[in-house]
């Protein structure tokens, strides 16, 4: 070997890599190692070259084989692991980051490496190890500011709001108000956390301390006026008594906001408006501009099948696998594994923006259909056509838009449109959502059978057993999904199971076991809608 040649080629390479034309370093690096194959050194900087050209599948090879020649190196060893992670394979890098603890990595890589491990075990859920390793971290790190990386703390309040540890996950939020008091979303968290646990008066000093310190563009305005209104909505489903002021207030701030707003901003407050609407029961005007909202082709966000449902058992077959259900719950319960407590905590974290992430929002049975009533027909709207997404908006905007309208058209007793929108709701990502627009679904069928002769009651048994054998296995998937339960209990009291509905009952909160009792009870007595 031509030992000049070699020194030559790593040098190259290195000034290449530190210019940033990676791709011009790799081949030199292969010139190198063309001439030592086998050099540990050369084989580590092209495995890093690899990483940073994108290439995780070259980093993965030259790493490895920097690995097989050095294998007690720890710090080939975390190297290896983190191309791994980036290539997706988190068991492989799980494996070598162990390694490269137990054979010692250098004083540089350490905090590094516990840093990774933190995020992979973030990946996996596995909370209480990545609150560990980010301690690790922290402690790890000599130069002092891992505590302050607002990367960091941001991702500790997600893991805290997990296990639902706020008061952790709070002191976070502060922590990165301190570090990044400019950043509108420092706040924003913050905000919506106490927001969550209902402490209303501290979240609106919050967002007034964004308004007064956060770098804002107009973009920016826009989202804090609406987390303003949302906080001003969230207080009056919690004082009723001040509802009707606290709505008000909410509806004239986004109606000001509209007339000011960028237009990329319109659709959003317009919606927010619909949402005001629809919780003031000002129905009308709700449906009016969400109707707007829709493509005037009537495009849906979905692509929508009506004439395939879901693939559900059919009715015999849905009551024999809840009798299973009921039979393993109450082994549960008298193990000690689950209790009647699990639906007091919704899963609540927030994302990187400070948005609230939930799994149901809370109050929202509030706005299902009254059984004490019997409404009229109504004339049956235009359906809406199968396609694809609307370019306009994502899955999500569109869900707030069927949300709206068949709430409104439940409301209504308008339920030819309510049958309409829930079939298009049912199709949504969103767990809640896909159950609330298939139970809706069912019960609006039910009314068409039974007081305009638009479908057959076979067609509405149909619908309400898929509707049940959703929920069932949203369940399932999502042990604790009370929302589920819920539905479930109704639809079997609702046509007349009412054993099973109270089993279901039984497994919510004493509030919302309350209501859903008082329903089973009017159903029982013939009291439902007929």
């Not at 999502?478 to 009412?498: D, I, N």
Request: proline share 4%; net charge negative.
């Amino acid at each position: 070997m031509n030992r000049e040649d070699y020194t030559e080629a790593m040098v190259n390479a290195e000034t290449a890599f530190s210019s940033g034309d990676y791709g011009l370093s790799l081949h030199w690096l292969r010139e190198a190692l063309a001439l030592l194959p086998d050099d540990p050194k050369a084989l580590t900087k092209a495995g890093t070259a690899c990483a940073a050209l994108g290439d995780y599948e070259g980093a993965v090879r030259h790493f490895g084989r920097a690995a097989e020649i050095d294998p007690e190196n720890g710090d080939t060893a975390f190297n290896l692991g983190n191309a791994c992670f980036f290539s997706g394979d988190y068991s492989r890098a799980l494996e070598m980051y162990a390694q490269a603890e137990i054979k010692g990595v250098s004083e540089e890589a350490l905090p590094k490496l516990f840093y990774q491990k933190a995020m992979l075990c973030s990946i996996r859920n596995d909370v209480g190890a990545a609150l560990v390793n980010f301690r690790k971290y922290e402690e790890a790190d000599r130069t002092g500011t891992a505590g302050t990386d607002p990367a960091v703390i941001s991702e500790k309040i997600k893991l805290y709001s997990m296990i639902e540890d706020y008061e952790k996950a709070a002191n976070c939020a502060v922590q990165l108000i301190a570090v990044a008091p400019d950043q509108p979303e420092s706040y924003l968290v913050y905000f919506n956390i106490l927001a969550a646990q209902g402490d209303y008066d501290r979240a609106g000093e919050v967002l007034r301390d964004a308004e007064r310190y956060a770098v804002r563009d107009a973009d920016t305005e826009v989202s804090l006026k609406l987390e303003e209104a949302a906080l001003l909505a969230a207080r009056a489903d919690a004082r009723p008594d001040e509802a009707e002021e606290d709505l008000q207030k909410a509806y004239d701030l986004l109606t000001e906001l509209r007339q000011k707003a960028p237009a990329s901003r319109q659709d959003d407050l317009t919606l927010s408006v619909a949402e005001i609407c629809t919780k003031q029961k000002r129905y009308d005007e709700a449906v009016r501009i969400t109707e707007a909202l829709l493509p005037r082709d009537r495009v849906t966000p979905f692509t929508l099948q009506p004439e395939e449902p879901f693939a559900g058992p059919d009715e015999a077959e849905t009551d024999a696998m809840a009798e299973a259900d009921m039979q393993a719950i109450e082994e549960q319960l008298s193990a000690g594994e689950i209790d009647e407590s699990l639906a007091d905590a919704a899963e609540v974290y927030y994302d990187e923006n400070g948005n609230e992430v939930r799994d149901y929002p809370d109050g929202m049975f509030a706005a299902l259909p009254s059984a004490e009533t019997v409404p009229p027909a109504e004339e049956p709207a235009a359906a809406a056509a199968p396609a694809a997404a609307a370019a306009a908006h994502d899955a999500h905007f569109y869900d707030r838009v069927y949300y709206i309208l068949v709430t409104c058209y439940a409301a209504q007793k308008h339920y030819r449109e309510a049958q309409r929108c829930g079939a298009i709701l049912g199709q949504s990502e969103q767990p809640y959502l896909a159950c609330y627009g298939r139970y809706q679904e069912a019960f609006a069928s039910r009314q068409l059978a039974e007081t305009s002769g638009e479908l057959t009651a076979e067609d509405a048994d149909r619908r309400y057993a898929e509707a049940i054998s959703f929920c069932r296995s949203v369940m399932m998937k999502r042990p604790g999904s009370r929302f589920a339960a819920e539905f479930r209990a109704r639809m079997y009291a609702e046509t007349g199971k009412f054993a099973k509905a109270e089993e279901m009952a039984n497994l919510l909160t004493p509030d919302d076991r309350d209501a859903v009792t008082e329903y089973i009870r009017v159903c029982r007595n013939g009291q439902t809608v007929a």
